[in-house]
């Protein structure tokens, strides 16, 4: 999934603080690996050298990383799409850095900068993934690929910059070896400007595109894509209102849902996942022009469209910026678990928290170190393990970032206790 922000969180040793609401500890940090870190020669300030974007999980427990590493080899500038997987206890089964479309290190595209944004993984056991290259010449645009659980390539697509530029934000995956992506792309018009329409497309199981929708939904993109048991497809992104869309496995809409915010005048929709009975849920922020309006939003959806329930937590200061839900999973009994980034004052850090089926925030959790400068989050996928959480830290003394992922394991003979300042909306 795509992240707007690429700065900070996570360090090898963590000072953990739990909210001061959640005691005694429901969810305890059992393991912190640190995936990447950038050599200490590099050319500083870059504060995006190393990012990770996506985090996913397979039938096994394993866990799948995507996001963007700096090759030593490269300018300081040039990056390289970083693909990771990890056992349960989060040592590293493989790992794959390429560049472009060129799993092999060619560069036949020439590209310099190579970003990984959305990750998914099969039933089938296969991994997909997608992002963005920017080529030399040339400008950003698309790509895919389909890879084996082992590492190896089954597939890769591209659209051309010369469509106008285009960004893979997500991925899912489907029945039988199908993906879907999302993101965005601009069109040429006639009178040489571009209009920047929101991208949604099918792969099959052998790769090829199936089918391609462009939306002009009013938006720059579609951020987060999800399938349900049927095959049906959800996309969702950013708007004026919170919006979601849903298709039939051929591409034919089958209906669109949206809710205004009062006083709202944009939102991004970060993350989606489909749970167990079909029910979708979506997590994200809204932006006001004034004190109290706005804020980060959790909401539930019905197969129909139909909204459930929903959570909303006003920000505090004009603009928001405070509460941003990034990333968002659903495990099999239907709980939702989501991270994000908040301000607690002065400090901004991360927030994971976890709510039942009925939208009932069920616990809370900050994760807090005196050594990082800035602290994001970007990812949380769930397996019988435990809970896994990836972002990237910006580290004070070192002027560097660094990839790393926790592992949160649940304490369930613990008290629940509510969470204040969280307000539940049933409809």
């Known amino acids: 999934m795509f992240k707007k922000t690429v700065v900070a969180l996570f360090v090898l040793t963590v000072c953990y603080v739990a909210d001061a609401m959640a005691e005694p500890e429901t969810v305890r940090v059992e393991s912190i690996r640190t995936l990447h870190v950038p050599p200490p020669d590099h050319p500083a300030p870059d504060a995006q050298l190393d990012a990770p974007f996506g985090l996913a999980s397979d039938v096994a427990g394993n866990i799948y990383v995507v996001g963007a590493s700096w090759d030593e080899n490269d300018l300081y500038w040039q990056r390289s799409i970083l693909i990771q997987k990890l ?4 040592q590293t089964v493989w790992e794959r850095t390429f560049d472009g479309p060129d799993w092999a290190h060619e560069n036949i595209s020439g590209s310099r900068v190579d970003q990984g944004f959305g990750i998914a993984v099969s039933d089938e056991g296969f991994v997909y993934v997608t992002g963005q290259t920017i080529e030399d ?3 950003p645009s698309l790509w895919s690929r389909r890879v084996y659980t082992d590492g190896v390539s089954l597939g890769f697509e591209q659209t051309p910059a010369e469509t106008g530029e285009s960004y893979g934000l997500d991925i899912a995956a489907g029945p039988d070896g199908t993906s879907v992506l999302v993101g965005f792309m601009n069109v040429f018009n006639e009178d040489g400007t571009q209009t920047q329409n929101a991208l949604i497309q099918k792969h099959g199981a052998k790769a090829s595109i199936e089918w391609t929708k462009l939306e002009d939904i009013g938006t720059d993109g579609a951020y987060a894509t999800g399938i349900d048991s049927l095959g049906n497809i959800y996309v ?13 496995p051929d591409g034919n809409l089958l209906w669109k849902a949206s809710r205004n915010l009062a006083g709202v005048d944009t939102v991004y929709v970060w993350d989606m996942a489909v749970g167990p009975n079909d029910h979708v849920v979506i997590a994200g922020n809204a932006w006001g022009n004034q004190a109290g309006v706005g804020g980060r939003f959790v909401m539930q959806f019905d197969p129909a469209g139909n909204l459930v329930w929903q959570h909303m937590q006003t920000n505090n200061a004009p603009l928001g910026g405070w509460g941003i839900d990034y990333g968002m999973d659903v495990d099999s009994a239907g709980n939702v678990f989501v991270v994000g980034l908040e301000e607690d004052n002065g400090w901004v ?6 709510l039942s089926p009925e939208g009932e925030v069920l616990w809370t959790k900050q994760l807090k170190d005196p050594r990082v400068g800035l602290a994001y989050p970007y990812d949380v996928t769930i397996t019988s393990s435990g809970i896994y ?8 003394a070192s002027s560097s970032d660094e990839i790393s ?11 629940v206790v509510p969470v204040s300042g969280f307000e539940a909306e049933t409809v």
């Open 137 to 139: 010449p040339g400008g």
């Open 87 to 90: 056992d349960s206890d989060l």
């Open 405 to 415: 992922v926790i592992k949160f394991v649940e304490n369930p003979d613990n008290a």
């Open 349 to 354: 850090g991360m927030r994971l928290f976890k």
């Open 389 to 396: 959480v990836i972002g990237s830290a910006f580290i004070k």
């Open 236 to 248: 969702t992104g950013r708007g004026k209102s919170v919006w979601l869309r849903k298709y039939d």
